[in-house]
């Protein structure tokens, strides 16, 4: 995919702010300082366009990057922060679940886990509700760099086993720092897009 453009275009707070384009989205999900923002950033050969380390918690938007006229990334806001309380978790599923059960934008969930640890329970349950929510998902397991090769292999299943990965989804093993699954991952954006 060559990218000619990237802009953010809006952090929206509520449905009426959702871009009417009508372009393909692709969202992504996964705890805070998981990667998204660098993920994001090296899918379109950009050093900062997406904000890396944002404040957790603070930010229960749905950012939308575009990239060209062809697609958007959409950040989710990121789950599992420990200080967060029940009613914020409780806004914030339903603020989610109305945008992946009623998005017709919507594409393709990339869900983003730390290769070097067992996925978490939010992580977990996250997979088992895109699932059950009947979503397309690819499993990101990112940081890829920060393990040894030979290792990879061990990481990959204990990531899998833990989410009760479903050998239907796909699954990258990706490192923002090497670029590693980069063209993977952008080959199946593009078939996800072509749905
Ligand atoms: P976000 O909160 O999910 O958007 O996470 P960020 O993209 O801000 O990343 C959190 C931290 O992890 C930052 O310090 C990044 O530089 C680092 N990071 C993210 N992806 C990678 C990666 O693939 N390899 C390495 N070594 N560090 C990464």
């Known amino acids: 995919m060559k990218v000619n453009n990237a802009e953010f275009v809006i952090s929206a707070v509520s449905p009426s702010q959702y871009p009417e384009d009508g372009l393909p989205e692709i ?7 998981v990667g998204k ?9 950009r050093k900062n366009l ?3 380390s944002s404040k957790p918690g603070k930010t229960q938007t749905l950012n939308y990057y575009k990239i060209n006229e062809d ?27 109305q945008y992946l059960t009623q998005r017709e ?3 393709l969930i990339l869900q983003l886990v730390d290769i070097r640890h067992a996925p978490s329970k939010d992580d ?25 090769r030979s290792q990879w292999q061990k990481h990959v299943k204990l990531v899998k086993q833990t989410l009760g990965f479903h050998s ?13 699954g980069k063209d993977e991952l952008w080959d199946i954006i593009l078939e996800k897009m072509a749905w």
């Open 71 to 97: 697609l958007f990334f959409v950040d989710l806001p990121g789950y599992g922060y420990a200080q967060v309380s029940k009613s914020e978790r409780e806004r914030w599923g339903k603020f989610i679940e």
């Open 124 to 148: 977990q349950s996250m997979y088992e509700w895109l699932k059950h929510l009947g979503l397309p998902v690819c499993v990101v397991a990112t940081k890829a760099d920060k393990i040894s």
């Open 50 to 52: 997406a904000r890396t």
């Open 168 to 180: 239907a989804d796909r699954f990258v093993l990706f490192s923002s720092e090497t670029g590693m």
């Open 27 to 33: 969202a992504l999900a996964g705890r805070s300082n």
């Open 37 to 45: 923002s660098s993920l994001i950033n090296k899918m379109i050969n």
């Open 105 to 107: 934008e919507l594409k």
